[in-house]
C-alpha cells in the first residue's frame, strides 16, 4: 500500500512538473523576449516624433517625443508576438512582418489609441497567438487554470499522504499486510 | 472497502500517462507555423491601391463582388511564389478568378516577372509598404485567400498552393453557399 501511494505521489508530482515546466517555458521564452527587446533602438530625444528612416528591421529607429509613449512602445512590442517568428516578440524578432508591426505600433501610439486599442488591433488580424498575455475567456480558462488546478492537486496528495503516515505511526499496532493489494 | 478504492487509484498513473500520450501524439502531425485567420468570415479590409495591369486605375474591394475569387498574395522576392506560380496558371486556365496583391515588392520587377512568366491574374494590385497585408493579416508570402461573391474571406491557405490544397481544402468551400450568405 505504501509502495502504491508513494508510486501514486511520484507520478503526480511528475506529472505536475510537466505541466508547469511548460508553461514556465513559455514564461521563460517571453521573459527573455523581454530582456532582448532592450537591445531594440528606441530613442526618446527626438523633437519632431516622427519615426527616422530605415526599414531594415535590425537598424530601425523610432522616435518619441513623450518618454511615456516610448515606454508604451516597449511594453507593446514586448508583448506582442511575431507571427512569423513564433516566440519571439515584435520587439525581438528580424522578420519583415515584425518590423512592419513595430511600425504600425509606433504610428498608432502617435494616433493616441490605448495599448489595449493596439493590442486589439492586432488581435482582429492576427487572433490571439499574436499577444504573449491571452485573453481570460472560457476557451482559454484551461490555460489560466491548469497550472493551480495541477498544483492544488499536488498539495492534496501531499497533505493526504502526510496524515495517513501520521496516522499509521500513531497506530503502530495495525497489521500492514491487510491493506495492501 | 478501503483495499478496492485504493486498488483503483493504482491506474491513476497510467490513465495520466495514456491521455500525455495521446495529446502529444495527435498534436505531432500539427504545423505550429499555421496560424488560423482571424479575418475568416469577414469582409476583406478596404483597399484602394493602383493596378500593375491596367496603368492608372485603382483596384478595391468592389473587385470581389458577384464572384468566386482567390486572392494571392505574392511577391518576386519570394521563392515559394515562384514554385506555386505554375500551379496558378493551371488553375486561371481552368478559369478559376484570381486576383493578385503584389506584397512589398516593386511593381516593375512584377510587372516583368509577369510578362516573363506568365500572368494568372485578373488583375493585381500593388501593395508597396505591406499595409494591405497587414491589415488582412498576412505574415508572409505567398498566402492565398478564398473569396466569396459577398466579398468575405471563407479561407487562407498558407504558403504555396498545390494540387493537393486546392483539392482537399479548396475545393470543398469553392462555389458552396456560405453559411449567412444569401443566394
Same mark, same amino acid.
Given at each position: 500500500?505504501?509502495?502504491?501511494?508513494?508510486?501514486?505521489?511520484?507520478?503526480?508530482?511528475?506529472?505536475?512538473?510537466?505541466?508547469?515546466?511548460?508553461?514556465?517555458?513559455?514564461?521563460?521564452?517571453?521573459?527573455?523576449?523581454?530582456?532582448?527587446?532592450?537591445?531594440?533602438?528606441?530613442?526618446?530625444?527626438?523633437?519632431?516624433?516622427?519615426?527616422?528612416?530605415?526599414?531594415?528591421?535590425?537598424?530601425?529607429?523610432?522616435?518619441?517625443? +513623450?518618454?511615456?509613449?516610448? +515606454?508604451?512602445?516597449?511594453?507593446?512590442?514586448?508583448?506582442?508576438?511575431?507571427?512569423?517568428?513564433?516566440?519571439?516578440?515584435?520587439?525581438?524578432?528580424?522578420?519583415?512582418?515584425?518590423?512592419?508591426?513595430?511600425?504600425?505600433?509606433?504610428?498608432?501610439?502617435?494616433?493616441?489609441?490605448?495599448?489595449?486599442?493596439?493590442?486589439?488591433?492586432?488581435?482582429?488580424?492576427?487572433?490571439?497567438?499574436?499577444?504573449?498575455?491571452?485573453?481570460?475567456?472560457?476557451?482559454?480558462?484551461?490555460?489560466?487554470?491548469?497550472?493551480?488546478?495541477?498544483?492544488?492537486?499536488?498539495?492534496? *496528495?501531499?497533505?493526504?499522504?502526510?496524515?495517513? /503516515?501520521?496516522?499509521?505511526?500513531?497506530?503502530?499496532?495495525?497489521?500492514?499486510?491487510?491493506?495492501?493489494? | 472497502?478501503?483495499?478496492?478504492?485504493?486498488?483503483?487509484?493504482?491506474?491513476?498513473?497510467?490513465?495520466?500517462?495514456?491521455?500525455?500520450?495521446?495529446?502529444?501524439?495527435?498534436?505531432?502531425?500539427?504545423?505550429?507555423?499555421?496560424?488560423?485567420?482571424?479575418?475568416?468570415?469577414? /469582409?476583406?479590409?478596404?483597399?484602394?491601391?493602383?493596378?500593375?495591369?491596367?496603368?492608372?486605375?485603382?483596384?478595391?474591394?468592389?473587385?470581389?463582388?458577384?464572384?468566386?475569387?482567390? *486572392?494571392?498574395?505574392?511577391?518576386?522576392?519570394?521563392?515559394?511564389?515562384?514554385?506555386?506560380?505554375?500551379?496558378?496558371?493551371?488553375?486561371?486556365?481552368?478559369?478559376?478568378?484570381?486576383?493578385?496583391? +503584389?506584397?512589398?515588392?516593386?511593381?516593375?520587377?512584377?510587372?516583368?516577372?509577369?510578362?516573363?512568366?506568365?500572368?494568372?491574374?485578373?488583375?493585381?494590385?500593388?501593395?508597396?509598404?505591406?499595409?494591405?497585408?497587414?491589415?488582412?493579416?498576412?505574415?508572409?508570402?505567398?498566402?492565398?485567400?478564398?473569396?466569396?461573391?459577398?466579398?468575405?474571406?471563407?479561407?487562407?491557405?498558407?504558403?504555396?498552393?498545390?494540387?493537393? +490544397?486546392?483539392?482537399?481544402?479548396?475545393?470543398?468551400?469553392?462555389?458552396?453557399?456560405?453559411?449567412?450568405?444569401?443566394?
Amino acid at each position: 500500500m505504501k509502495r502504491l501511494a508513494r508510486l501514486l505521489l511520484v507520478s503526480c508530482v511528475l506529472g505536475g512538473m510537466l505541466v508547469c515546466t511548460h508553461v514556465d517555458a513559455d514564461i521563460a521564452a517571453n521573459s527573455a523576449a523581454l530582456w532582448k527587446v532592450a537591445t531594440l533602438s528606441v530613442v526618446d530625444n527626438g523633437s519632431d516624433g516622427s519615426s527616422a528612416a530605415g526599414n531594415s528591421s535590425s537598424t530601425d529607429v523610432y522616435q518619441f517625443k +513623450d518618454p511615456a509613449l516610448r +515606454d508604451r512602445f516597449l511594453q507593446l512590442t514586448k508583448v506582442l508576438r511575431c507571427p512569423k517568428c513564433q516566440d519571439q516578440s515584435i520587439g525581438d524578432s528580424q522578420a519583415e512582418i515584425a518590423a512592419d508591426m513595430r511600425a504600425k505600433t509606433a504610428e498608432l501610439l502617435r494616433q493616441g489609441k490605448s495599448n489595449d486599442q493596439i493590442v486589439h488591433y492586432f488581435v482582429a488580424r492576427y487572433g490571439d497567438f499574436v499577444t504573449f498575455d491571452p485573453p481570460w475567456r472560457v476557451d482559454t480558462a484551461l490555460v489560466w487554470l491548469a497550472p493551480v488546478g495541477v498544483f492544488l492537486l499536488g498539495l492534496w *496528495l501531499v497533505i493526504v499522504q502526510l496524515l495517513k /503516515a501520521r496516522r499509521r505511526m500513531q497506530e503502530p499496532e495495525e497489521k500492514t499486510e491487510d491493506s495492501s493489494c | 472497502m478501503a483495499v478496492k478504492k485504493n486498488s483503483l487509484w493504482v491506474f491513476l498513473p497510467l490513465v495520466f500517462f495514456v491521455a500525455l500520450a495521446v495529446l502529444l501524439a495527435l498534436s505531432l502531425g500539427k504545423n505550429p507555423d499555421l496560424i488560423p485567420s482571424a479575418r475568416k468570415g469577414e /469582409a476583406v479590409p478596404h483597399f484602394q491601391l493602383p493596378s500593375l495591369l491596367h496603368q492608372g486605375e485603382t483596384v478595391t474591394p468592389a473587385i470581389f463582388k458577384g464572384h468566386w475569387t482567390l *486572392l494571392n498574395v505574392w511577391a518576386t522576392w519570394c521563392p515559394t511564389c515562384h514554385i506555386e506560380h505554375p500551379f496558378l496558371m493551371r488553375l486561371a486556365q481552368q478559369g478559376v478568378r484570381i486576383v493578385g496583391a +503584389d506584397y512589398k515588392d516593386e511593381p516593375d520587377k512584377a510587372r516583368a516577372l509577369l510578362a516573363t512568366n506568365g500572368n494568372p491574374y485578373i488583375d493585381v494590385f500593388s501593395d508597396k509598404d505591406g499595409s494591405f497585408g497587414l491589415d488582412l493579416g498576412v505574415y508572409g508570402a505567398p498566402e492565398t485567400y478564398v473569396i466569396d461573391p459577398q466579398g468575405k474571406i471563407v479561407l487562407r491557405h498558407v504558403g504555396a498552393l498545390e494540387e493537393r +490544397d486546392w483539392k482537399e481544402q479548396i475545393l470543398p468551400v469553392w462555389k458552396k453557399p456560405t453559411e449567412g450568405a444569401s443566394l
